[in-house]
């Protein structure tokens, strides 16, 4: 696997700012030339500039799996025409903002914020494929924000009890572990973008975080 350090419009909280999967990676029109090289060439994908309610907040916003992504119900239309002319599959969650905060998803699951009523979770389960469950992570609603989870692996916010941390991996399928990025962010997914051939933590990270990152992602 590929892992560097790197930053989104100057910033390190790159899960912020971007949402990839196996595939592609989307990230904001502002996004330096050299910022969207290194995610290129770590996770080694298509990288297509995109925005969201005109904001460049597109991992906040949005989260996505394989050619799916589930949207900000503030992403305008031509917005959302630009994803699918990228062969993208487009859901718009109906009454919230923050997508991407609240959902975290790979092949095998996906987990949703307790904050969700259960036919939007179905919602998402018909649209990704994949069995939903919801659950608070650390004592957050911002599932996707506490987690960055792959294929192969995944990290979670480090106040995980040690009985979520076991419904996650057996849920997702995975090993993994806690951890924080950028030098103490506890929510991971604001921080750190992966998947399964690479990873982009923030720029602040720490020589021991990614030492844990690496590991947690690795799935070893």
Do not use: W
Not at 148 to 166: M, Q, R, W, Y
């Amino acid at each position: 696997m590929n892992f560097t350090k790197g930053t989104i419009r100057g910033s390190p909280y790159i899960g912020i700012f971007c949402t990839s999967t196996e595939e592609i990676a989307m990230v904001p029109h502002s996004i330096e030339a050299r910022e969207l090289k290194a995610i290129e060439n770590a996770l080694d994908v298509e990288v297509m500039k995109a925005s969201l309610g005109n904001s460049p907040l597109i991992g906040a916003l949005s989260r996505a799996h394989a050619r799916k992504i589930a949207v900000s119900v503030i992403a305008e239309k031509h917005e959302i025409k630009a994803l699918e002319s990228h062969g993208m599959e487009v859901f718009v969650l109906k009454g919230y903002e923050c997508t991407g905060n609240l959902i975290a998803i790979n092949r095998n699951a996906g987990i949703a914020s307790s904050l969700l009523q259960e036919d939007e979770v179905k919602e998402l389960e018909r649209f990704f494929g994949v069995k939903f469950g919801t659950m608070r992570i650390a004592g957050s609603d911002l599932a996707g924000a506490c987690l960055t989870v792959t294929n192969k692996g995944l990290i979670c916010h480090p106040d995980i009890s040690k009985e979520d941390f076991a419904e996650v991996t057996e849920k997702f399928k995975v090993n993994g572990r806690p951890t924080t990025a950028n030098y103490g962010d506890v929510f991971v997914g604001n921080s750190v973008i992966a998947n399964t051939k690479g990873a982009v933590a923030g720029a602040s990270t720490s020589g021991i975080e990614m030492s844990k990152i690496d590991e947690g992602l690795r799935g070893d």
